[in-house]
């Protein structure tokens, strides 16, 4: 199992950028590639971005392209989320989650962290 700590979350106004962090630990070796989803309540948990656990390669939902960037610091095993041109509708609780997928498009999560909120306002 994989342990996973999201930080970072906050209140921003719309525009403004906001930096989420996500620390792992446990049984790393097991997993191909870390993940960012979000969710807002009464919606499904939508998938956000992706970095292989080398951190060689991305892939990133379409609604964040351009605006967001997905990193990995490897020798801390943490990896990051930096949101830029933040909208109202990138309001969410933002998850972090370990992908055993060998495929860069396609996410299989095996565990999750808590999450974190972000909230844009208009």
């Known amino acids: 199992q994989v342990q996973l700590v999201e930080s970072g979350g906050g209140l921003v106004q719309a525009g403004g950028s906001l930096r989420l962090s996500c620390a792992a630990s446990g049984r790393t070796f097991s997993s191909r590639a870390m993940a960012w989803f979000r969710q807002v309540p009464g919606k499904e948990r939508e998938f956000v971005a992706k970095?292989?656990?080398?951190?060689?390669?991305?892939y990133y939902g379409d609604s964040v392209k351009g605006r967001f960037t997905i990193s990995k610091d490897n020798a801390k095993n943490t990896m990051f989320l930096q949101m830029n041109s933040l909208k109202p509708e990138d309001t969410a609780v933002y998850y972090c989650?370990?992908?055993?997928?060998?495929?860069?498009?396609?996410?299989?999560?095996?565990?999750w962290g808590q999450g974190t909120q972000v909230t844009v306002s208009s």
């Open positions: 989650a370990a992908d055993s997928s060998l495929v860069l498009r396609q996410v299989n999560p095996t565990d």
């Open positions: 970095i292989t656990w080398s951190g060689g390669y991305t």
